[in-house]
């Protein structure tokens, strides 16, 4: 899927061309399936953030070079052709359409971050060039958003003090809802391959060129073993608990805490609430209520067994954040 206007060298030869690059990060911070991909679309919708996009993770070795060529925009359209030949609607694994300005994840490239896809010294770079990339081709005067989960779990301390002047949006929702959309969101993983992860994911691929391992994961986070269950509540948990022991180490300035709940049931108020916090200005006068698509929520038996377990692990978040 390579641009045939540009030559091979892509972006770099233009590398230098980001030295002098600024830019302002701003974190969402929420674990796997805590609603930190809608937040992320409507903050994205405010027109207050560069973003990264899948164009930007999916063409990364061209971003610059397509922007000063002036064929980004060919870029794009051939990109959204390709997902349509492809069949590629959405996400399949959470049901977000796909196009390529969707909002991303940006530890799809950090290759160097390990299984977990976080932030570390040797992968910090990446993301710094990553950054500078988007804000490069983008408006100077914003800053830049970024969202991946896997930095949220014991990791955004080390986040921090690698941009010590970062500001954190740290997300909340029902810890057995998150258990809940998690052990689905596995099983739906395992069970359909998603041409748009193999895009933009290696480490996807490669599940799917092990069918045995494929077969022993998805056979020990099924229905029929409480193992699959285990795992997950014990990831929710640490993080969950991560959380609680660091979070007064942040200088209150540079984070604020909002709820899954209430981005869904009032998300003009929600994020007039945070973009107050960032100090910046609503841009937009879209009807936020239209991006939110309601689902009805039932919790899986596994995790009703395990409700009150939970409950009693994480009795101190439950109370400080309302969810008694």
Known sequence: MQNAKLDTLGDQQYIALLKDVRFRPI??????????????QLLDATQCFNVVRAYHLSRYDEVIANHLHGTEGAAKQELGSYFAR???????IDGVGVTPDLPEEYGFILKDGGFR????????????????KVQFVSDPAKPVLLKNPWDYFLNFMYVKSAFPEAKFIFLHREPLHVINSQLKAVRSSLATQSAYNDLIAAWYSRIYRQPAKRAATRMLFSEHFDMGVRIVIRHVVRGLTYFM???????????????????CAEPRATLEHI?????????????????IDPRPLRLLPEVVRKAAVVR?????????YGYN
């Open 27 to 40: 974190f969402i911070m929420g674990d796997h399936r805590s609603g930190t991909t809608l937040l992320y």
């Open 86 to 92: 492809e069949g590629l609607t959405d996400r399949i």
């Open 117 to 132: 896809l976080q932030l570390t010294p040797r992968s910090l770079p990446k993301l710094v060039e990553l950054c500078k």
């Open 245 to 263: 022991q660091h979070i007064d180490s942040l200088p209150t300035s540079d984070h604020i805490s909002i709820r899954y709940e209430d981005v």
């Open 275 to 291: 973009l107050s916090f960032l100090g910046l200005q609503e841009r937009s006068n879209v009807p936020y209520e239209t991006l």
């Open 312 to 320: 009693k692990q994480l009795q101190p978040y439950y109370v400080q």
